[in-house]
Nanobody, 125 residues
């Protein structure tokens, strides 16, 4: 339904910041709830942040609240994840995901229909 391409990952020292971007190839981007998940080595993919269609609601996993900001620009078909004060345990592959069928921000992986291929974020000690 929609193709997603993440970018912006890289190597950052603990306490540093990084902003991820996700570009969506759809004509109906504003219809999608968007979210970011991450997967650390040997760990399951977990919800990080989500945003509804018109940016009127956001949600975050507790561990990133007040440090990460998810945003979107519907006119550009892009969603962003601004990550501040990064911690080494937040190293992993960060995935952008989209769901056209959701009327809410879901934290469950199975609720999303489309996934990007991920971008690596490495936070050094």
């Amino acid at each position: 339904q929609v193709q997603l391409v993440e970018s912006g990952g890289g190597l950052v020292q603990a306490g540093g910041s990084l902003t991820l971007s996700c570009a969506a190839s759809t004509r109906t981007f504003s219809n999608y709830v968007m979210a970011w998940f991450r997967q650390a080595p040997g760990k399951d993919r977990e919800f990080v942040a989500g945003i509804n269609r018109l940016s009127t609601s956001t949600d975050y996993v507790d561990s990133v609240k007040d440090r990460f900001i998810i945003s979107r620009e519907n006119a550009k078909n892009k969603v962003y994840l601004q990550m501040n004060s990064l911690k080494p345990e937040e190293t992993g592959v960060y995935y952008c995901t989209a769901a056209a069928t959701l009327g809410f921000i879901a934290a469950s992986r199975g609720m999303y229909e489309n996934w990007g291929q991920g971008t690596q974020v490495t936070v050094s000690s």
